[in-house]
Structures are given as C-alpha cells and as structure tokens.
C-alpha cells in the first residue's frame, strides 16, 4: 500500500459524458501527478499540481482538467468522453519541497475508465 | 522533444538467470532517470532513480542501474531473477521543460 487512494476503483461510462476522478496523496506530500495508461499510447504524464497550483503540464487534452484542493486532494475532470480515452488514471504524489523531481513519487492503484 | 524506447517488448526468463533490461532516452542534456515496476493487479512501484554522482545506482529487491552518458542508456539489471520479479518494467525520464516520459515498458515473466 503506498498510502495514495484514488476513487473509484473502476468507472464504466457512455461516449460524451464527464467524469470526475478522485485522488488522495500520501500525509504530507505537497505534489500530486496524474498519468494515463492505455494499451496503445502507454503511460503518459498528464498534469502535476503542487500546493493547489499547476505546476507542470504534459499530454493532457484540452477536455480535460484537474485542480487540487486546500487540503491537497486532487481531481482529474474528463469530459466529452470519447471511446479512445478508456485507459487506467494514475495519480501519484510525492513531498516534493523544491517543486522538482527529486522526491520518490508514491503510486495509487488507478482508475479504470471504460467509455462505452 | 524527449523520448525513452524500451529494448524489449516481452523477456521469457528462468529462475535464476541474469537479466538487463535496455532503456535509452532521446535527448542529452541534466536528465534524471528511474526504473518503476508494475507487478500485476498492483500500482507503479519505484525499482531506483539516478539524478547525479556515481552513475552504477542500485535499488530496491537486489536490482542495479547503470546510467552510461555517452549512450543515452540507463540499463536496468539482476544478477538472478525469482519468479517474483514476473511485472512489466518501466524506464522514465524527467528533464526539465519535458517533464515525465516513460518508456513503453517490458513485460518480464519469469519460469519457476
């Protein structure tokens, strides 16, 4: 158990609906990442928050967005889904102090999207 | 922009044998460099990192990395492997400006 919780588990939904996906980061860690993992593009960095701001931004599409919370929970909004954007949601966070990468980024077991 | 290619798709090994997994990055420059294992059914554990000073990194489960500059490379090892090591792998690079890539990842299965 790597101490970051995301909810749900596993989310079924229709083509051109909105998801919201949660993510709980470890006590104490300040940054928190999000990551896509589907069959074909692997696993791509979305978005990393730190401290309730953006901090950097990767492969995330304009339909989506995510924000972090005052007390440092996360939520990676999908809308307009498409078939395509099935894949499993990570998010991962880590302590973070500088804002760089050196800290160890703790893992949680993902969402499994499926649009149908 | 930065890219990370894994050597190979899928390694089929027996107990005890050797293992090295090739990673290699695109571009030159600071890079920070990390292997993550996926065990199945589990989330992405941290294996090892490299960000500076003695480029031959070892890390958790008896697992080595040697970062070689000159060849954009960053090959993981185990000198034996158990059947436990059986995950997919994945090599990532941070550099900044490009933020996190990973490499498409190995799937390793291991023979008892």
């Known amino acids: 158990d790597s101490g970051v919780t995301q909810t749900p588990k596993h989310l079924i939904t229709a083509t051109g609906q909105r998801v919201t996906l949660r993510c709980s980061p470890r006590s104490g860690d300040l940054s928190v990442y999000w990551y896509q993992q589907s069959l074909d593009q692997g696993l791509q960095f979305l978005i990393q928050y730190y401290n309730g701001e953006e901090r950097a931004k990767g492969n995330i599409l304009e339909r989506f967005s995510a924000q972090q919370f005052p007390d440092l929970h996360s939520e990676l909004n999908l809308s307009s889904l498409e078939l395509g954007d099935s894949a499993l949601y990570f998010c991962?966070?880590?302590?973070?102090?500088?804002?760089?990468?050196?800290?160890?980024?703790?893992f949680g077991p993902g969402t499994r999207l499926l649009v149908l | 922009a930065q890219s990370v290619s894994q050597h190979n798709h899928h390694v089929i090994l027996s107990e005890a044998a050797s293992l090295e997994l090739g990673c290699n990055y695109s571009?030159?420059?600071?890079?920070?460099l990390f292997w993550y294992v996926q065990y199945p059914g589990q989330h992405l554990q941290l294996l090892l990192k490299y960000f500076s000073g003695d480029p031959l990194v070892k890390g958790i489960k008896g697992f080595e990395a040697e970062f070689i500059k000159s060849k954009f490379s960053f090959n993981l090892r185990k000198p034996s492997v158990q059947w436990s090591d059986t995950a997919e792998y994945f090599c990532a690079v941070f550099q900044y400006g490009q933020n996190f890539v990973f490499g498409p990842g190995t799937r390793l299965s291991v023979l008892p």
């Open positions: 571009y030159g420059g600071t890079v920070n």
């Open positions: 991962a966070s880590s302590v973070d102090p500088a804002g760089g990468p050196q800290e160890t980024q703790y």
